[in-house]
């Protein structure tokens, strides 16, 4: 009795033995073909953020924009998968959409995306139109329905048709999204913008402006937004600020920081006290208060050279505040440094003013003479203007030859249709100048800044970055 009954126990463990065999087995198989599926969806996802990240670094604004975007997304990379039916998972059923804006700390709230982008928030996004508004891309893997790719087959979950109350097909089709963002952002800049004197014409200002040539910023009327005029721009944390709080910013561009191209334009015209911000760069620290030397903070010292500079001797026939950088070097040369004494820098006959500047102050060569000093108070160049040298009466603080340099952007103003207050986005072909102050800024009523041009700010530079990241 004990014997067949422990036949019978053993039997029965037989049974249950092989039965769960069979269900680990199952379990295995089944472990196998999920896991085949998981690698996918991994690998799949891996591939569309790779490509959004390559499609984004496109979105610069220019023309051909998104079918560069494309081209990358799809043949700049190769991503194979081991278990996908089409190994190639950037060379399938790839597709992309292109946003202006998505709701990213760049973009523009609800009541302002009409300035930024043509078509307003739908479901969170604003689908672009052009390669100009084009700042994101959707990158989506997704099967159609009569391909196979982004696909695995499928060995055993098939088996278990007729077992569960749903029919599994023989593959699993597998779909995957990546949305890449490229957006630049500006650092260290003036609220001044500069209406773009090319506009209009096949010209564009980074084509046509060659460094070394003079600009005369004219302030503009508060209604006047003609070609070449500049203006004023509201600081961030200051809506509708007035003098007071522009100066502070033409006095420290460091101030600023670093914010996405959107910018709003004031109406305020140029004052005493938004000259005596500016002119802090040259040393001159007059009433009012706080540029009242010595209780002006260590952020607004002078430049290590505070020199004026000659202006050029012609002009632009399109617009008469646009010089062509033909300034008297020589005679710059024989009066501040005796030239025929000491030599002048080799290529001096081409150097701009900026050049010359960055020279005297890298050779500790700062000007030994004033030629400011006569009875009419003119220079040699015939423009009435002060002594600028510095005179020790304080103490410089420590600064950097960029004291007398800042960027302004340059804006399609009658694109925009520019008039009083607007919030506007900086989009290529416009963007940031880098300019250099030759002279102590005049007042009113003359209210004018001689500079001159010395690059476009660029992604090379150290003022312009480019965000490129996922977003989704």
Request: hydrophobic share 35%; with cysteine.
């Amino acid at each position: 009795m004990n014997l067949n009954r422990r036949s019978k126990q053993k039997g029965a463990y037989l049974v249950l033995m092989t039965v769960l065999l069979a269900v680990l087995v199952g379990f295995g198989a089944v472990a196998i073909d999920l896991g085949r599926i998981f690698v996918l969806r991994s690998e799949m996802q891996n591939a569309a953020d790779a490509a959004a990240i390559a499609a984004a670094m496109e979105l610069d604004g220019s023309a051909g924009a998104r079918a560069r975007a494309e081209a990358a997304a799809r043949t700049l990379l190769q991503h194979n998968s081991r278990f996908a039916e089409v190994n190639n998972l950037l060379g399938g059923d790839i597709t992309l959409d292109y946003y202006c804006a998505i709701g990213s700390r760049y973009d523009p709230d609800e009541d302002e995306i009409d300035v930024f982008c043509s078509n307003g928030y739908v479901d969170g996004k604003s689908v672009a139109t052009s390669d100009m508004e084009s700042h994101y891309v959707r990158v989506n893997l997704d099967p159609t329905d009569n391909s196979v790719a982004y696909s695995v087959q499928l060995s055993f979950l098939p088996a278990l048709n007729g077992i569960l109350d749903y029919t599994v097909q023989d593959r699993a089709f597998l779909s995957a999204t990546a949305t890449g963002g490229r957006n630049i952002y500006m650092c260290h800049f003036p609220p001044v913008m500069l209406c773009n004197p090319f506009e209009g014409t096949t010209l564009a200002f980074d084509e046509e402006m060659n460094a070394g040539e003079q600009i005369i910023l004219k302030q503009q009327g508060s209604d006047t937004w003609a070609p070449g005029n500049f203006t004023f721009l509201q600081p961030d944390n200051s809506p509708g600020g007035g003098a007071p709080e522009v100066s502070g910013y033409l006095a420290d561009d460091h101030a600023t920081g670093c914010k996405a191209p959107i910018i709003t334009t004031s109406t305020g015209s140029m004052t005493n006290q938004t000259a005596s911000g500016l002119n802090t760069r040259f040393d001159v620290y007059d009433n009012p208060a706080p540029y009242n030397r010595p209780d002006a903070p260590d952020n607004w010292p002078p430049a290590p050279n505070v020199i004026d500079y000659p202006h050029d001797q012609n002009w632009r026939a399109i617009d008469d505040r646009f010089g062509m950088g033909d300034w008297d070097r020589d005679s710059y040369f024989a009066t501040y440094h005796d030239w025929q004494l000491h030599g002048r820098p080799g290529g001096w006959a081409d150097m701009t003013r900026w050049e010359v500047y960055n020279w005297e102050i890298s050779e500790s060569k700062l000007p030994s003479k004033d030629p400011f000093q006569s009875t009419d108070d003119t220079s040699y160049d015939g423009i009435p203007d002060p002594t600028h040298l510095y005179t020790g009466t304080y103490p410089p603080a420590v600064s950097s030859p960029d004291r007398r340099s800042f960027h302004v952007a340059v804006v399609n103003c009658q694109a925009h249709g520019l008039s009083g207050t607007k919030t506007i986005p900086i989009v290529s072909p416009e963007g940031f100048a880098k300019l250099f102050i030759t002279e102590l800024v005049s007042k009113p009523p003359d209210s004018e800044v001689w500079v001159e041009y010395v690059e476009w700010a660029d992604e090379a530079g150290e003022n312009l970055h480019t965000d490129v990241q996922l977003y989704e």
